[in-house]
């Protein structure tokens, strides 16, 4: 529901914060995954496709700055491009994590396991972000508000829940507990301040919303996939296309 009265701060930033119950932590798939009841072929499938939205973050930040943000903003959000792009950084920590799970790091980066509704809702958020004022693509990617938990999360239950996952494949939930933090310390200060009307702080609210179902829409096809067993063209026989993982 649009608010018909301009937020305080500290009101607009707690409605920011109260839509982090619809964070997908909350998905069925994610709190299967957090109970210990995915199987091999679950883990492997989240890895997989998620790994492609991983690859397109860097992008879609490149695309953020190239939308002429004022250079104190510029020289920020470069950090998290590097945070990715570097050598060790957050794509080669998922890699690792691939690998941790038993995938192939040439089958991750072939990106032969990406559901079409995973890869749909990706590239949505990359155009959004190369064709919005950059404030609002910028903003969009408070859903890091949230993060933090989901990444502890996983470094305390998987290691007793998923034995069989190596353990230096964590490495990338580790590292993003302090990089998230520092994101959303710059990110939420910008939207306080520049949000400064109903209309912009409905925008916002909008906005988070539409990001928050890009990653729940993620989970929707994994779940279908993965969970029901219903990938795309499981109905059809001796279709190819069933992106269907062979756990090893």
Not at 1 to 10: F, R
Not at 90 to 95: K, M, P, S
Not at 186 to 212: P, Y
Request: a neutral charge; aromatic letters at 12%; proline letters at 4%.
């Amino acid at each position: 529901m649009n608010m018909s009265e301009l937020l305080s701060k500290e009101d607009f930033e707690k409605k920011l914060k109260d839509m982090g119950s619809m964070y997908h932590i909350h998905h069925p798939f994610h709190v299967r995954m957090y109970e210990g009841s995915c199987t091999k072929e679950e883990i492997q499938g989240w890895v997989a496709n998620r790994f492609y939205y991983q690859c397109a973050i860097p992008i879609k930040d490149a695309a953020i700055m190239s939308n002429n943000p004022p250079i104190e903003d510029r020289r920020k959000w470069v950090d998290r491009i590097l945070d990715h792009d570097s050598v060790g950084g957050g794509i080669e920590a998922w890699l690792d994590l691939g690998v941790a799970v038993g995938l192939k790091k040439e089958d991750l980066e072939s990106h032969k396991f990406v559901l079409p509704a995973v890869k749909f809702a990706v590239d949505a958020y990359v155009n959004f972000a190369r064709r919005s004022p950059w404030k609002e693509a910028a903003m969009s990617s408070l859903t890091e508000m949230f993060a933090p938990q989901i990444h502890q999360q996983r470094l305390d239950t998987w290691p007793k829940n998923y034995p069989w996952i190596e353990q230096n494949g964590l490495r990338y939930f580790q590292k993003r507990l302090s990089e998230a933090r520092r994101d959303v310390q710059h990110g939420l200060s910008m939207t306080l301040v520049e949000f400064d009307t109903v209309e912009l702080q409905n925008r916002a609210c909008e906005i988070l919303q539409f990001k928050l179902d890009i990653l729940w829409t993620m989970c929707d096809a994994l779940y279908l996939a993965y969970e029901l067993k219903r990938p795309p063209y499981f109905n059809i026989k001796d279709c190819n296309a069933t992106r269907k993982i062979t756990c090893n």
